[in-house]
């Protein structure tokens, strides 16, 4: 038992071990980096935004909807989407969607490794789209470009596929940390949806990249809070929380019609007979169209979203949000033009939540846009948490935590039951891949080989021959099931192995020299598992050898056998863990007692 204990104390809470050090050195430079590269995707969007629509030269963030051209605005979306369809076709594919499924691919399958033009020609084609009246958000792209440089980065030095993707992930937090000044939030985002782990060795490079990038904000882009809002009531009593409900349901159904549009958007111009090249130019066209009848459709729309938090907005421009921006961002996002997703939820969860405010509770000017934008991302990208934290940073008011809290985690409830797959993660589906956005303790962490093993074992001595070994098969003691023999000497300490198809290999020599010989020169030297060991590590070892069996012997007394551990042993092992999740059962009962006879004397 005190080797037991002794073990026990190596064994800590994580795993993460001191190269961690370099790697968030790495992660802050990329931080850093990424706030630049932040800088310069918010410049070039006002840039192009200043050339289609005003013909000037500026990079100062202007919304389209001021412009004069008339009629003749319906072609400046349609000649972006025609760029940013060359820009696909013959650069890169990979620009075209909203960047953070192509992330998820990154880190899926590509080894976290993105092509050097890609972190080029994504913030490049994000800002023509955006720039020429594209209804989405400069996260999406920037998340893709600073995972780009990120990738970049770490493709330099002698990284694995995990310390990559740690760079990766760190260069995307940064920069939506640097575009909206959310350095929790966004770590909170990597976590709930890039990273696929909450270790250590991740958490801590990612969150210390986006507090790079969150202090570097304030010397290059300024403070937050990007969106300042009135103030709101402490306490909002169980009136107001009901109607948190109302509005975390309602924003669930919204994000399962937003998605589906998406995605029916795609599978229409799937149909088409026309290359992809052309199809964002329809896209294009749709938007040009929605501009005309909503100009405060085109473009990211911060003036529009910060004017729903002060609730100073009229009720035809809730209504055209809700119309047509939802109508024309499904559609241009479905043709596969560049750009992101979380500013326009915003503004659309924003636009419900003004709705919602002529009939819920009054809780001051802007609160229920507020909380309709929080529900909105917990519902449509399933992070509630990140959904929550994103609202407070974007405005800076604590007041809000409970009532964001509620409504975020009921409309990320009410789409969890309702969608399989999130907005994010379908079209990742859609390319043949499976993500699972669930993580929990793997029970072969916490089990050890001595609660696998088995000591039922049948071992053979090293000096048998080979017609005592044919006289123990055929005699009672025949082992069954059995695949791996323990071979022990005199003292009946393990001195090798052999499987069973050795042993029939062994028997089926034929002359005299084989019945003599014995066990032990045809016994091989085991790969071995001991008790104190965690089955996560019995399995590793199981994946390096290609063995599914092995002695388990004492720890510091290599020979002496304690017992075996299968492959099998390891799989009910599991089957623990699906008995917990399934077995119904009621473990207390409450007995109530008799109102008459001894029973009541007994009461007196």
């Keep these: 038992m005190k080797k037991h204990h002794s073990r026990a104390a190596e064994l800590g ?18 931080g850093l980096l990424s706030t630049g590269v932040a800088w310069a995707l918010l410049r070039l969007i ?81 800002a023509i789209s955006i720039g020429s009246g594209g209804p989405f958000g400069a996260e999406g792209p920037i998340i893709m470009t600073g995972g780009a440089f990120g990738s970049m980065i770490a493709q330099f030095f002698h990284l694995t596929s995990v310390e990559r993707k740690t760079l990766l992930v760190a260069g995307a937090a940064a920069g939506m940390s640097a575009t909206f000044a959310a350095p929790v939030a966004s770590v909170l985002l990597a976590v709930e949806l890039l990273l696929f782990e909450w270790k250590p060795r991740s958490l801590i490079p990612v969150a210390l990249a986006s507090a790079a990038a969150g202090a570097a904000r304030r010397y290059i882009l300024g403070l937050g809070p990007l969106f300042p809002v009135p103030a709101h009531p402490v306490f909002i009593g169980p009136t107001g929380l009901l109607g948190c409900v109302v509005c975390g349901l309602l924003a669930g159904a919204l994000s399962a019609l937003l998605t589906g549009a998406v995605y029916a958007a795609e599978d229409a111009f799937g149909k088409l007979r026309i290359h992809w090249m052309w199809w964002p130019a329809i896209g294009g066209l749709v938007i040009g169209l929605g501009g005309l009848i909503f100009p405060q459709a085109l473009g990211v729309g911060y003036d529009t979203i910060g004017a729903l938090l002060n609730g100073d907005v009229a009720a035809r421009v809730i209504l055209g949000v809700l119309l047509v921006k939802s109508v024309i961002w499904a559609v241009s996002l479905g043709s596969g033009t560049s750009g992101g997703v979380l500013a326009p939820l915003l503004m659309m969860g924003g636009a419900l939540g003004g709705i919602e405010a002529m009939f819920l509770p009054n809780e001051g000017a802007g609160f229920w846009p507020l909380i309709g934008m929080g529900a909105i991302l917990g519902g449509t990208m399933r992070s509630p948490l990140t959904g929550v934290i994103f609202a407070l940073e974007l405005t ?42 669930e993580y929990a303790v793997d029970p072969l962490e916490i089990l ?11 071992a053979f001595p090293s000096g048998v021959t080979l017609e005592e070994a044919r006289t123990i098969l055929n005699g009672n003691h025949r082992p069954r099931g059995q ?38 020169e045809w016994a091989s030297d085991p790969v071995v598992a001991y008790p104190d060991e965690p089955l996560r590590v019995v399995v590793y070892r199981m994946a390096e050898t290609g063995l599914t069996h092995f002695p388990v012997v004492e720890r510091g007394n290599e020979r002496n056998l304690l017992g075996m551990i299968r492959l099998r042993d390891l799989l009910s092992a599991r089957t623990r863990n699906l008995a917990e999740e399934r077995d119904r059962e009621r473990v207390l009962h409450i007995r109530w007692p008799s109102l008459g006879g001894s029973d009541m004397r007994k009461a007196r």
């Design 13 to 30: 809470d994580f795993t993460t071990d001191s190269r961690v050090i370099p790697i968030s050195l790495l992660a802050i430079l990329i």
């Design 46 to 126: 006002g840039l192009f935004t200043n050339l289609f629509y005003y013909h000037r030269w500026n990079t100062a963030l202007v919304s389209p909807a001021g412009n004069t051209l008339g009629a003749w605005a319906i072609l400046v979306p349609v000649a972006g989407a025609l760029i940013i369809g060359l820009m696909a076709r013959y650069g890169s594919e990979r620009i075209r969607g909203h960047g953070i499924p192509e992330a998820l691919e990154s880190i899926l399958i590509n080894g976290s490794r993105v092509a050097p033009r890609l972190a080029i020609l994504k913030p490049l084609s994000s």
């Design 396 to 437: 800076h008011d604590i007041n809000v935590l409970l009532p964001l809290l509620v409504a975020s985690v009921i409309a990320h409830g009410f789409s969890v039951l309702v969608l399989k797959r999130s907005i994010l993660t379908e079209k990742v589906a859609r390319r043949g891949y499976h993500l699972s956005r």
């Design 448 to 458: 050890f080989a001595r609660d696998a093993m088995h000591t039922n074992v049948v």
């Design 483 to 520: 695949y791996l023999y323990p071979v022990v000497d005199e003292n009946r300490e393990l001195s090798g192995v052999i499987t069973r198809e050795g042993l029939h290999k062994w028997m089926a020599e034929v002359g005299t020299t084989t019945l003599t010989t014995t066990l032990a």
